[in-house]
């Protein structure tokens, strides 16, 4: 096959895209034909975004030793004809598009789009509407390619290569066999694979997404404020209106106030332990789940007619 594989974790990096060096690796050792094109850096909670009035510009990238920072990134094509990926300065969404119409053509068509493997489980609602490695397979789809969204489900931040091989090798198995069986009314799939060391001998389930929510509050954290200087080209113009003696009228200033983004997560875990079923309670169980999608927000069908004031 020849496979498009992009993520929203950016190129190799062992804190914040350690998996898909593995991945790619594994898919063109099983045979297949593998183009790269990946964020130039992070882009990870940006679902199936395009920057509008953004011009892209690709680098290139070399790839090094597999679980080493040791690519090379170069502003100008490789002429030496060894291996090659494109880094996009746009979002995982983007970066299909220009795989699947741009780069590439003397490869022939592209018979699957892999989005991942996310550095991270994508499981219930909450995490995959946001998700761009989600966001990347449903473009893949939304351009009729066959796609899969590929997260991996870490317990820990040490990252044992003999896992993410095993994980990578159970995904490459994986997803030829749903290539090969791929049903007309799925336009993509969303699997998730826990990095255990008994990942190829757990059980590879169906799981529906589980539809939840944020319940407690906002997903932001409020900063200490800060207060700005005043201006003092604007205070000697208000005191010189003012005339003599109106120093202390100055008029106050608002504070200003700055927000982090600092999701709690305590929602999601009650949901999955409530539920007792579903992708995200399967992954905590060790399992290996696949969820097949529709590329779309499907209308409620019995609301219809005119709806007068």
């Known amino acids: ?47 199936k975004a395009h920057i509008v009035g953004q011009t892209l510009t690709p680098t290139y990238f070399r790839p090094g030793t597999l679980h080493e920072d040791d690519g090379v990134t ?19 969404a983007s970066c299909v598009q220009i795989g699947l119409h741009h780069f590439f053509k ?3 068509p592209v018979d699957l789009v892999v989005s991942g493997p996310n550095y991270g489980r994508n499981t219930t609602a909450v995490f995959a509407l946001s998700s761009g490695t989600i966001g990347g397979a449903m473009e893949g789809a939304m351009s009729g390619a066959r796609s899969v969204a590929l997260s991996y489900a870490f317990d820990s931040r040490e990252h ?8 990578s090798e159970l995904s490459t198995r994986l997803m030829e066999k749903l290539v090969g069986e791929w049903p007309d009314d799925v336009h993509l799939y969303s699997i998730n694979v826990p990095l255990r060391e008994d990942v190829g001998r757990n059980k590879i389930v169906y799981t529906e997404m589980l539809q939840n929510r944020w319940l407690t509050g906002s997903s932001f954290e409020e900063l200490p404020p800060e207060e700005d200087d005043h201006d003092p080209n604007a205070d000697e113009q208000f005191i010189r209106e003012g005339g003599e003696g109106h120093a ?18 305590q929602d999601v875990r009650k949901a999955v332990s409530d539920a007792q079923k579903g992708d995200g309670w399967e992954v905590l169980q060790g399992n290996i789940t696949v969820t097949p999608l529709v590329a779309n927000f499907w209308h409620l069908p019995h609301y219809t007619g005119e709806i007068k004031l």
């Open 74 to 92: 170069s502003d100008r094509p490789f002429d030496d004809g060894g291996e090659e990926w494109v880094l996009m300065d746009g979002t995982p």
């Open 106 to 108: 003397e490869r022939g």
């Open 160 to 167: 044992d290569p003999d896992v993410i091989r095993a994980a």
């Open 248 to 265: 202390e009228a100055l008029p106050p200033r608002r504070l200003h106030r700055r927000f982090k983004w600092a999701p709690n997560f």
């Open 1 to 47: 096959m020849h496979i498009l594989v992009v993520n929203d974790d950016g190129p190799p990096s062992n804190q914040s895209s350690p998996y898909v060096h593995s991945l790619i690796d594994t898919l063109q050792k099983a045979g297949h034909t593998v183009s790269v094109v990946l964020p130039h850096v992070q882009r990870s909670w940006i679902g």
